[in-house]
C-alpha cells in the first residue's frame, strides 16, 4: 500500500512538475520575443518619423539607428528602407551591418505589408549568412514618394538560445524539486500509515503466537478495528475451546460403552466374543480418528496456536529409543532450533509420532528424522527407515483409509491416511518415496512459523 500511494503521488507530481517546466519555458519565451519585437517595433518607428525625401528623387534618414550592431557587418541586426520598383542606390537605405547585401525586398512579408499600408507585418525570414531573422516591415505611402517599406530584422538565435538556458536551468531546478517532493512524499505517506502498519505487525504476532491480542497505541480513525479484531480473537478461541469441550464430551459418552463391550468380549470366549472384540476395537479406532480430525479442525482455524518442533520431536524421539530399544532400532532425530508448527502441540504430537512409531515398527536397525523450517514460512518433518519400504502401489495404498498392507500386524487399519488428515486439516500435505536408508521416506509438509519462545 506504501509503495501504491507513494507511486501515485509521485506520478501526479512528475505530471504537474512536467506541465509546469513546459509552461514556465513557454512564458518566458513568449516574453523574450514580446522584448525583440518591441526593440524592432521601435527601430520602425524611429526610421519612419526621421525619413526624409532629397531632391532628384530618393529618401534620407536624418537620424540613423544608433545601436553598435546596424554598423558592425553581418552582426545579425539590420534595417532597410526603400521604395518598391525603384532599384536605383538612392531609393534603397540600408544598415552598415548589411554590407553588399539586402533584405527581402519582394518576399510575402513585404506584399503583406504593401496591401496594408500603416501595419506592422511581422514574421520570420532569412538573413544574409541564412541565419532565421525575426523581421518587422511596414508600408507607410509618402507623399511624392509613393509606397515607401520600411524593414528591422534580427537575427532569433540568440533568443532561442536564452529560451534553452533558461529550459535548461528549470528543468534541473525542477528535478531537485522532485527529487524533494519524493522524499517529502515517502516520508509523509510512511508517516500517515505507519498506525497501519504498526496494527499490520501486531496482528502478524497475534498470528505466529506471540501475543495473545492487537495490542498498541492506534489513532482513534482505526482504534475501532483494533477493538473488532480483539473481538474476533476471542470469539474464535471461545469457539474452539466450546469445540474443545464437545470432543471431549462424545469421546467420553462413546469410549466409555465400547470398553465395556470390550472388556465384557474378552472376559468370554466363543466366536460371539472374538467378533465383538474386533468390532470394539475397530469402532474405537474410528472414534479416535475422527474425534482427532475434528479437534485438529478446530486447532486449525484457531489463530495464535504454535508450537516448538523441536522439543516434540526430542520428546518422541527419545520415547520412542526407549520403547524400540530391545529390538535394536537406533532412532536418530535432528530437529532446527527455529522450527515451529503453527497448530497444537498434541496434534503435532500425533503427526509426528505417528510416522516415527510406523518407521520404528518396520525398521531394520535404524530411523532418521529431521525438522527443519522450509521456504514459505513452511515446516517440513521427514521420517526414513531402513525396512523393506513399500512399492509405488502400495504407496498410494498405504494413504487409503482402512487398508492394511500386513494383516499380521495390530491395527486398526487406519494407517498413515491419520497423519494424512491431521497434515489436511492443518493446510499440509504428506508424501511418501524412497528412502536413501532403503526403506519408506515420509515427508510432512505443515504450516510453519518464526522461531523464538511460545
Same mark, same amino acid.
Given at each position: 500500500?506504501?509503495?501504491?500511494?507513494?507511486?501515485?503521488?509521485?506520478?501526479?507530481?512528475?505530471?504537474?512538475?512536467?506541465?509546469?517546466?513546459?509552461?514556465?519555458?513557454?512564458?518566458?519565451?513568449?516574453?523574450? @520575443?514580446?522584448?525583440?519585437?518591441?526593440?524592432?517595433?521601435?527601430?520602425?518607428?524611429?526610421?519612419?518619423?526621421?525619413?526624409?525625401?532629397?531632391?532628384?528623387?530618393?529618401?534620407?534618414?536624418?537620424?540613423?539607428?544608433?545601436?553598435?550592431?546596424?554598423?558592425?557587418?553581418?552582426?545579425?541586426?539590420?534595417?532597410?528602407?526603400?521604395?518598391?520598383?525603384?532599384?536605383?542606390?538612392?531609393?534603397?537605405?540600408?544598415?552598415?551591418?548589411?554590407?553588399?547585401?539586402?533584405?527581402?525586398?519582394?518576399?510575402?512579408?513585404?506584399?503583406?505589408?504593401?496591401?496594408?499600408?500603416?501595419?506592422?507585418?511581422?514574421? =520570420?525570414?532569412?538573413?544574409?549568412?541564412?541565419?532565421?531573422?525575426?523581421?518587422?516591415?511596414?508600408?507607410?505611402?509618402?507623399?511624392?514618394?509613393?509606397?515607401?517599406? *520600411?524593414?528591422?530584422?534580427?537575427?532569433?538565435?540568440?533568443?532561442?538560445?536564452?529560451?534553452?538556458?533558461?529550459?535548461?536551468?528549470?528543468?534541473?531546478?525542477?528535478?531537485?524539486?522532485?527529487?524533494? @517532493?519524493?522524499?517529502?512524499?515517502?516520508?509523509?505517506?510512511?508517516?500517515?500509515?505507519?498506525?497501519?502498519?504498526?496494527?499490520?505487525?501486531?496482528?502478524?504476532?497475534?498470528?505466529?503466537?506471540?501475543?495473545?491480542?492487537?495490542?498498541?497505541? *492506534?489513532?482513534?480513525?482505526?482504534?475501532?478495528?483494533?477493538?473488532?479484531?480483539?473481538?474476533?480473537?476471542?470469539?474464535?478461541?471461545?469457539? /474452539?475451546?466450546?469445540?474443545?469441550?464437545?470432543? #471431549?464430551?462424545?469421546?467420553?459418552?462413546?469410549?466409555?460403552?465400547?470398553?465395556?463391550?470390550?472388556? =465384557?468380549?474378552?472376559?468370554?470366549?466363543?466366536?460371539?466374543?472374538?467378533?465383538?472384540?474386533?468390532?470394539?476395537?475397530?469402532?474405537?479406532?474410528?472414534?479416535?480418528?475422527?474425534?482427532?480430525?475434528?479437534?485438529?479442525?478446530?486447532?486449525?482455524?484457531?489463530?495464535?496456536?504454535?508450537?516448538?518442533?523441536?522439543?516434540?520431536?526430542?520428546?518422541?524421539?527419545?520415547?520412542?529409543?526407549?520403547?524400540?530399544?530391545?529390538?535394536? /532400532?537406533?532412532?536418530?532425530?535432528?530437529?532446527?532450533?527455529?522450527?515451529?508448527?503453527?497448530?497444537?502441540?498434541?496434534?503435532?504430537?500425533?503427526?509426528?509420532?505417528?510416522?516415527?512409531?510406523?518407521?520404528?515398527?518396520?525398521?531394520?536397525?535404524?530411523?532418521? /528424522?529431521?525438522?527443519?523450517?522450509?521456504?514459505?514460512?513452511?515446516?517440513?518433518?521427514?521420517? =526414513?527407515?531402513? #525396512?523393506?519400504?513399500?512399492?509405488?502401489?502400495?504407496?498410494?495404498?498405504?494413504?487409503?483409509?482402512?487398508?492394511?498392507?500386513?494383516?499380521?500386524?495390530?491395527?486398526?487399519?487406519?494407517?498413515?491416511?491419520?497423519?494424512?488428515? @491431521?497434515?489436511?486439516?492443518?493446510?499440509?500435505?504428506?508424501?511418501?518415496?524412497?528412502?536413501?536408508?532403503?526403506?519408506?521416506?515420509?515427508?510432512?509438509? @505443515?504450516?510453519?512459523?518464526?522461531?523464538?519462545?511460545?
Amino acid at each position: 500500500m506504501v509503495r501504491r500511494l507513494v507511486l501515485a503521488a509521485l506520478g501526479w507530481a512528475v505530471i504537474l512538475l512536467v506541465f509546469g517546466a513546459g509552461a514556465l519555458t513557454l512564458l518566458f519565451q513568449t516574453t523574450v @520575443l514580446r522584448d525583440l519585437d518591441d526593440r524592432l517595433f521601435g527601430v520602425v518607428d524611429s526610421m519612419v518619423a526621421h525619413v526624409e525625401p532629397v531632391s532628384g528623387g530618393g529618401l534620407e534618414l536624418d537620424q540613423r539607428p544608433l545601436d553598435p550592431g546596424y554598423f558592425q557587418a553581418l552582426s545579425g541586426r539590420y534595417w532597410q528602407v526603400f521604395t518598391p520598383g525603384i532599384e536605383a542606390p538612392p531609393a534603397i537605405l540600408r544598415s552598415d551591418s548589411l554590407a553588399n547585401e539586402r533584405l527581402d525586398t519582394n518576399g510575402p512579408l513585404v506584399r503583406a505589408a504593401l496591401d496594408q499600408p500603416g501595419l506592422t507585418i511581422i514574421g =520570420e525570414s532569412p538573413g544574409p549568412n541564412l541565419e532565421p531573422l525575426r523581421m518587422h516591415v511596414r508600408a507607410v505611402v509618402i507623399e511624392g514618394q509613393g509606397a515607401v517599406v *520600411f524593414s528591422a530584422a534580427e537575427d532569433r538565435r540568440p533568443s532561442d538560445r536564452r529560451v534553452r538556458e533558461f529550459a535548461v536551468a528549470a528543468a534541473g531546478l525542477l528535478a531537485v524539486f522532485a527529487g524533494l @517532493l519524493a522524499a517529502g512524499v515517502v516520508v509523509l505517506v510512511r508517516w500517515g500509515l505507519a498506525p497501519i502498519l504498526r496494527m499490520g505487525t501486531a496482528v502478524a504476532a497475534v498470528r505466529d503466537g506471540q501475543a495473545e491480542w492487537v495490542s498498541g497505541s *492506534f489513532p482513534r480513525e482505526i482504534k475501532p478495528l483494533a477493538e473488532e479484531l480483539n473481538g474476533l480473537l476471542d470469539h474464535s478461541r471461545e469457539v /474452539v475451546e466450546r469445540a474443545r469441550t464437545h470432543v #471431549g464430551n462424545l469421546a467420553h459418552a462413546l469410549k466409555t460403552p465400547l470398553t465395556v463391550l470390550g472388556n =465384557e468380549a474378552r472376559g468370554q470366549s466363543g466366536a460371539l466374543a472374538e467378533l465383538v472384540t474386533r468390532q470394539t476395537n475397530a469402532m474405537t479406532g474410528q472414534v479416535e480418528h475422527h474425534l482427532r480430525r475434528a479437534r485438529a479442525a478446530a486447532n486449525a482455524r484457531a489463530i495464535g496456536a504454535r508450537t516448538p518442533a523441536d522439543a516434540v520431536i526430542n520428546d518422541l524421539g527419545r520415547t520412542l529409543t526407549r520403547i524400540h530399544a530391545r529390538r535394536g /532400532v537406533e532412532v536418530e532425530w535432528e530437529a532446527a532450533p527455529g522450527a515451529v508448527f503453527r497448530g497444537e502441540r498434541q496434534d503435532l504430537e500425533d503427526l509426528a509420532g505417528n510416522l516415527m512409531d510406523n518407521a520404528c515398527k518396520w525398521a531394520a536397525s535404524q530411523v532418521r /528424522v529431521t525438522a527443519a523450517p522450509a521456504a514459505g514460512g513452511r515446516l517440513e518433518i521427514i521420517v =526414513e527407515d531402513d #525396512g523393506p519400504g513399500l512399492t509405488q502401489e502400495q504407496r498410494a495404498q498405504a494413504l487409503a483409509r482402512g487398508v492394511r498392507l500386513d494383516e499380521q500386524a495390530p491395527g486398526t487399519g487406519l494407517g498413515l491416511a491419520i497423519v494424512t488428515d @491431521l497434515a489436511a486439516a492443518y493446510g499440509g500435505a504428506l508424501s511418501l518415496d524412497r528412502s536413501a536408508l532403503g526403506g519408506l521416506r515420509a515427508r510432512l509438509d @505443515l504450516p510453519g512459523g518464526a522461531g523464538g519462545a511460545a
